[in-house]
């Protein structure tokens, strides 16, 4: 038992609530940010869930091979920052074009 | 934690990543380029000049390509190994041709980029194809979840963002955010199934997977499938869909019309022909490699697996792909829905190389005859965007209805256009008919348990390549049949060389497919049968997570 106290069943349970709660933003916000945050929610959802698998693997190290979970971790942070800024800078272009940050209004193209 | 130190790169095996990096940097020298010597000149001057020196990077790759033929084998440190950087990239004929085929499309992408003035950036939006390009040569080499999983991000941002960059244009805005939202979504979904994986089988190499799968399925003497695992089945689930949204399929292909229409045609090109062309190579490493203990039978047999959804998936995606396309005015959105058509085809292709994996004959024919269509299909793709690249140029629109008269004005390119189209519908005697042939052929070597299914999925596409002749039709009816006052101009020659080119490769490869087809069919056994290296010091076989087991129960009992 390399973990502490706290089962792994509650980290995965953690996670899928995350997720879950991100996937619904994601449906149901309008507002382009909030989509954005919802979007951040499930990455980082998917990272608890990474970390704790590695963190309660019996035998971590060798076993995993080269990449262990909490690399993969840091990557998908790295990711995560890349897409925020891509985000960002789209929401800005649509904003000035049509003075709007909801979702909704930016449907010129249809059909 | 025991640290566990990983053993030292060898930096020869970075030749093999020659072309990566050659694009890697030269987009860096685009960028600044643009903003160092070219300041100030005017956009259309430094989009010829920029755009000139972005073709020097597709064919320094084609040089890098080539040299190791010239030099002989073994020269240039052009070591055989299989897989390099800890067997995270393969180095096998697979990445090696498809790397060939990715720079060729780029080289047809940049040209069409040239041909009129859509953004003020021209050193952005070529690093941004450049990039692009980096990621699909890394999604098609990569032999492990995280690699993959980057190279898809590294190849959809630069997409999110060269598909913005139509200046003036509300569409292209929207069109990038949409592409954004529904991308980065997907991203997140693949993610979340990429760890769930990993908890279950502990490892994220595709080879190693495989074997702690077929482990644990020998252990629990089931068949494979995925019958009572809820875990596994979650997450090939969350993979699909994250494969789903890259490839266009039914029902995640709602981002794609309105992102192909928003975006300039040279991105639109880019996002139906590399994109497409990279993720499915990495849906097959997935499907037919790593999760393949997964399948499940098709017909007959209980068990579930990912082979009926891939049938669900890919029987609606053809069907409605072309009843939609039936309805489009515009040259890009039709294409769209085209394409949409053409990834329903190639998931019945993927079908037909799983049952005959399972079957044990002939699977690298199998998987060879998709990539084959996969490589004819991104060629006529991209071919028929650069019409509309030139509609755009000329007219500032792209519709249909934009082409009429052009069979008079410009016979040669309506010529290779109007061949274009036929290899779309798969016609004999282009290589869009051999290619669907050759893979529907397939099926028949399936088991006959399989086959039933399998049959229907064939027939169901013929009736849909006999639905998809009206609207290619109609594009042939525009440049032969309508007349028009308005007319797009002479096309440039940056749109005329890659029509002419990839009408060349549809009639070239209809009547000689055999060196295509061979190819292809080798770098398919590669990519099935790759393993992990074989005596790797600190790389033994990976163990699965404790207290997970595969099948069965879920990490709560713990």
Redesign the interface.
């Known amino acids: 038992m ?1 973990g502490g106290d706290i ?3 509650w980290f ?1 349970l953690f ?1 899928s609530a995350a ?1 879950a709660i ?2 619904f933003g ?1 449906l149901a916000r309008r507002n ?1 940010i909030a ?1 954005l945050m919802a ?1 951040e929610l ?2 980082n ?3 608890i ?2 970390v ?2 590695w963190r ?14 909490v ?2 971790a840091i ?2 942070i790295t ?1 995560a920052a ?2 925020v800024a ?2 960002i ?3 800005l ?2 904003y000035r ?2 003075h709007a940050a909801d ?1 909704d209004r ?6 | 934690m025991p640290p566990s130190s990983p053993p030292p790169i060898d930096f020869s095996q970075l030749w093999a990543l020659s072309p990566e990096i050659l694009l890697t940097l030269w987009g860096l020298v685009l960028l600044l380029v643009d903003v160092g010597p070219l300041r100030g000149r005017p956009g259309s001057s430094r989009r010829k000049t920029v755009g000139s020196l972005a073709l020097i990077g597709p064919i320094g790759v084609f040089a890098l390509l080539l040299a190791p033929l010239v030099a002989g084998p073994g020269a240039g440190g052009g070591d055989p190994d299989p897989t390099l950087v800890y067997g995270t990239i393969a180095g096998d004929p697979l990445a090696t041709s498809f790397n060939g085929v990715i720079a060729l499309l780029l080289a047809m992408v940049i040209g069409m980029s040239m041909a009129w003035d859509f953004t003020e950036h021209w050193g952005a939006y070529f690093a941004l194809l450049l990039w692009a390009a980096v990621g699909m040569m890394v999604l098609v080499a990569a032999e492990e979840l995280l690699i993959l999983f980057l190279a898809l991000e590294l190849m959809t941002i630069c997409l999110y963002l060269a598909a913005a960059f139509e200046k003036d244009k509300r569409r292209s805005a929207e069109a990038g955010m949409k592409y954004f939202v529904y991308g980065s979504v997907a991203s997140a979904l693949f993610l979340f199934g990429l760890s769930l994986l990993y908890g279950l089988t502990g490892t994220t190499f595709l080879d190693g997977i495989r074997r702690v799968l077929v482990e644990s399925a020998a252990a629990t003497g089931e068949a494979g499938g995925l019958s009572g695992d809820l875990v596994g089945a979650t997450a090939v689930l969350l993979i699909l869909v994250g494969f789903g949204f890259k490839l266009a399929a039914v029902p995640f292909h709602q981002w794609a019309p309105d992102t192909y229409e928003g975006a300039p045609a040279p991105v639109s090109a880019w996002i139906a022909s590399g994109s497409k062309l990279a993720s499915l190579v990495a849906l097959m490493k997935v499907l037919l490699h790593a999760l393949a203990p997964w399948a499940g039978a098709v017909g007959g047999e209980a068990g579930g697996g990912w082979v009926l959804i891939v049938a669900a998936i890919a029987a609606a995606t053809m069907t409605y792909g072309n009843l939609a396309a039936l309805a489009q005015r515009n040259l890009k959105r039709m294409l769209a829905y085209s394409s949409i058509a053409h990834a329903g085809y190639m998931l019945v292709g993927v079908l037909a190389a799983m049952v005959t994996v399972r079957s044990g004959s002939s699977a690298a024919e199998a998987a060879g005859a998709v990539l084959f269509y996969l490589v004819i299909y991104s060629l006529t793709t991209v071919g028929a965007f650069a019409a509309a690249a030139w509609l755009a140029r000329g007219l500032g629109r792209d519709d249909i209805d934009d082409l009429d008269g052009l069979g008079v004005r410009s016979p040669g390119l309506a010529v290779c256009l109007a061949i274009l189209m036929l290899s779309l519908i798969g016609l004999p005697p282009t290589a869009g008919f051999v290619s669907k042939l050759a893979m529907f052929l397939e099926v028949l070597n399936a088991d006959a348990s399989a086959r039933s299914t399998l049959l229907l999925l064939v027939a169901l596409a013929l009736v849909n390549s006999v639905i998809s002749a009206f609207y290619y039709a109609r594009v042939l009816r525009a440049l032969f049949l309508r007349r028009s006052d308005r007319s797009p101009g002479p096309a440039p020659r940056g749109v005329s060389w890659p029509i002419v080119l990839a009408a060349l490769a549809a009639v070239g490869f209809g009547l000689e497919p055999a060196p295509l087809v061979d190819s292809m069919r080798s770098a398919a056994s590669a990519m099935l049968t790759i393993t992990l290296p074989p005596s790797p010091p600190d790389l033994p076989a990976p163990a699965p997570v404790a207290a997970i087991p595969v099948s069965g129960g879920m990490a709560m009992q713990k």
């Open positions: 390399t089962p792994l069943s995965l996670a997720f991100g996937l994601v382009a989509v979007i499930m990455l959802a998917a990272n869930n990474l704790a698998f309660y693997s019996d035998s971590p190290g060798p076993e995993a091979g080269p990449i262990a979970g690399m993969l990557f998908v990711v890349a897409e891509v985000g800078a789209l929401i272009l649509c074009r049509w979702v930016y449907d010129s193209l249809a059909g």
